[in-house]
């Protein structure tokens, strides 16, 4: 299956690192209010999750007028468009899914849109979270960071503790070592090389990686494991 690449109604830095994560095999969802990311790219979505309120009336007649799919849900929701688009994506098969635009703004919305990459739901699915400065992932297993030497990665253990943790070429290294969420202990760790590893033999982890300026954005397909 292709690539689902979901935008969601967070900041975009920078739009240019942000254009050079897309691929034209990809297919281009938008949660709501991330629509309009979509089309500051030049682009079209495929299909618009939500239940639009962060839209205008004409923004709305606009996509009918496109032949966009709309897949309209009510305000009173239980889950956020982010969810939804993402509920969208699995039952569409689509693997691996790039969240763009999940960063930025308010507080709450970060952290719902964090935690929703630890989704039990979605773990057999490869999944990140994107905007061409920083990008966001869970690790359950193993995971790779491609970047550059100096790229800043962080390492925090998501819904508990985190053990067995092992890692190469970042400066800081961790052997068979753990991480609790009351501590700070896994941050602002440094590559030192193109690529480096994470592997964790219990719990999860919120891997941060954060580009330089002159670090190139790859088209990473995968995600996690």
């Known amino acids: 299956m292709p690539r689902a690449v979901i935008f ?8 240019q690192r942000a254009h050079a994560l897309l691929d034209a095999h990809d297919v281009i969802l ?3 209010g991330g629509y309009r990311h979509v089309r ?6 495929h299909t618009v999750i939500g239940d639009m309120d962060s839209l205008s009336k004409d923004e709305f007649a606009e996509l009918s007028q496109k032949g966009v799919q709309i897949n309209l849900h009510p305000p009173d929701k239980d889950q ?3 969810e939804l688009a993402l509920r969208f994506a699995a039952d569409s098969n689509f693997d691996p899914l790039l969240i763009v635009g999940g960063l930025g703004g308010r507080t709450d919305q970060v952290l719902a849109n964090l935690g929703l990459l630890a989704s039990p739901a979605l773990a057999s699915r490869q ?10 992932l869970v690790c359950r297993e193993r995971c790779v960071i491609n970047g550059q030497i100096g790229d800043t990665v962080s390492l925090i253990p998501w819904g508990g503790v985190a053990g067995g943790i092992e890692t190469e070429n970042l400066k800081w290294p961790l052997k068979a070592d753990y991480l609790t969420p009351e501590e700070t202990r896994g941050l602002s760790n440094v590559m ?6 994470i592997s964790v033999s219990f719990g999860m982890l919120l891997i941060a990686h954060r580009r330089q300026e002159s670090t190139p954005v790859l088209r990473v397909k995968g995600g996690q494991k």
């Open 8 to 15: 969601a109604n967070g900041t975009l830095p920078d739009l």
């Open 30 to 32: 938008s949660a709501d």
């Open 40 to 45: 500051s790219l030049g682009l079209w979505p």
């Open 80 to 82: 956020s468009d982010l």
């Open 127 to 136: 999944i990140r979270m994107d905007d061409g400065v920083e990008e966001i």
């Open 192 to 197: 030192l090389a193109e690529t480096a590893s």
